[in-house]
Structure formats: structure tokens, C-alpha cells
């Protein structure tokens, strides 16, 4: 399996909206509707924000939105706040019965 | 209240063998799809194994063959046993329920393969 592309990085200032993305393959982000999205503060357990593309579970902000197109996912994160600085994986199912996880991409509040 | 608690992590010896468990309260591991995951030091996070409500087990490219995802419903517990271990399996493994929709985690137990 191979990982899924992610951007190393990106920043935005409190307020504003960003966008990751996370390019995988017609065998697994385009092929299926099993995307997911994690949270990850360092030396914490890793947080679902996002489930089945679109899908929110209970209790994480409606600041936090997914969508895909084609081979392509995305997180998108408004109203930027300081709390968000974290690490964020993608995670899709694959045609092999697997799962594969993004690169992580690590957001800033500036 | 529901937790994923591991253990037995520890340092072992390329080629060692190890066995990391995962005691699951307020879900039941043979009624769930519950998944092993890791991170490298420096690393991102890494998907390693599966196992199905159903018992239908799969594994990642780079573990097939060396480990083997298990639980006793007894124990209410996950397990993962690890052979042939290798320099590169260096990681925090941590066990969640879910494939798709990993929502809950444990901490992470640390596996370290040196001589």
C-alpha cells in the first residue's frame, strides 16, 4: 500500500479557512467513499474529525468540513482557531481490503 | 466510559518476537472491526492490521506474512503478535475500533528493535 499525498504543511491566521488535500488513486480515495480525517496532537491518541468523505461523528465542531473529487479528498478547516495546530492524516480504504493513511500534513495558526 | 488500553511494548532484538495486547471496557472487541495502527519516530501514522467482526483478518504490504492480529473475547482484549521483527517496525503501535471510522484510540505502547 502506498501512503496518500498529503502537503507537509500548511498555515493560515486565526479566522481564516485552509484546505488540505490528500491525492490517492482510483484503488483508494477515488474508488470508495471511505475517507476519513484524523486529529493528532503529539503524544495524544489521534482524533476522527471527519468519516465517510462528509460525515462528522458527534462532538467535533461543524468548523471542520471533508469533500472529494475524483482521486482527491479534503479537509477544510474555518474560522481558524489556535486549538487546530496539530497534525492531520487522511485515511482511506483500499481495493486490496487494506487501509492506507495520508503523509500528514502539519497545520499552523500563525 | 470507553477504552483501549495497550501493553507490552518493550526493546527486543532484531528478529525477536513480541506480543502487544489491547484491553478493551465499554465495548466488545469480538462485535467490532478493530485495527492496529503505528508511527514511526518522525513519522506519520501507519496502518499495520485489521481484524472483522466477521474474523477476517488483513495486514499491510510491509507486516504480511511476520505479523498476526488476534482477540479472545474472553478477555475482551486485541492482540498482536509480532515475529521476525526488523529495525524499521520501530514505533508506537496503537490499537483503535473502527477500519474506516477509527473513533476511539488507545495511548500507544512503544516497540523498540535493537541490538
Known amino acids: 500500500q502506498s501512503a496518500l499525498t498529503q502537503p507537509a504543511s500548511v498555515s493560515g491566521s486565526p479566522g481564516q479557512s485552509i484546505t488540505i488535500s490528500c491525492t490517492g488513486t482510483?484503488?483508494?480515495?477515488?474508488?470508495?467513499?471511505?475517507v476519513s480525517w484524523y486529529q493528532h496532537h503529539p503524544g495524544k491518541a489521534p482524533k476522527l474529525m471527519i468519516y465517510d468523505v462528509t460525515n462528522r461523528p458527534s462532538g467535533v465542531s461543524n468548523r471542520f468540513s471533508g469533500s472529494k473529487s475524483d482521486n482527491t479528498a479534503s479537509l477544510t478547516i474555518s474560522g481558524l482557531q489556535a486549538e487546530d495546530e496539530a497534525d492531520y492524516y487522511c485515511s482511506s480504504y483500499t481495493s486490496s481490503s487494506t487501509y492506507a493513511f495520508g503523509t500528514g500534513t502539519k497545520v499552523t495558526v500563525l | 466510559e470507553v477504552q483501549l488500553v495497550e501493553s507490552g511494548g518493550g526493546v527486543v532484538q532484531p528478529g525477536g518476537s513480541l506480543r502487544l495486547s489491547c484491553a478493551a471496557s465499554g465495548l466488545t472487541v469480538s462485535n467490532s472491526y478493530m485495527s492496529w495502527v503505528r508511527q514511526a519516530p518522525g513519522k506519520g501514522l501507519e496502518w499495520v492490521s485489521i481484524i472483522y467482526s466477521g474474523g477476517s483478518t488483513y495486514y499491510a504490504d510491509s507486516v504480511k506474512g511476520r505479523f498476526t492480529i488476534s482477540r479472545d473475547s474472553s478477555k475482551n482484549t486485541l492482540y498482536l503478535q509480532m515475529n521476525s521483527l526488523r529495525g524499521e517496525d520501530t514505533a508506537v503501535y496503537s490499537c483503535a475500533r473502527g477500519g474506516s471510522r477509527m473513533d476511539v484510540w488507545g495511548q500507544g505502547t512503544t516497540v523498540t528493535v535493537s541490538s
Open positions: 482510483s484503488s483508494d480515495v477515488g474508488g470508495y467513499n471511505y
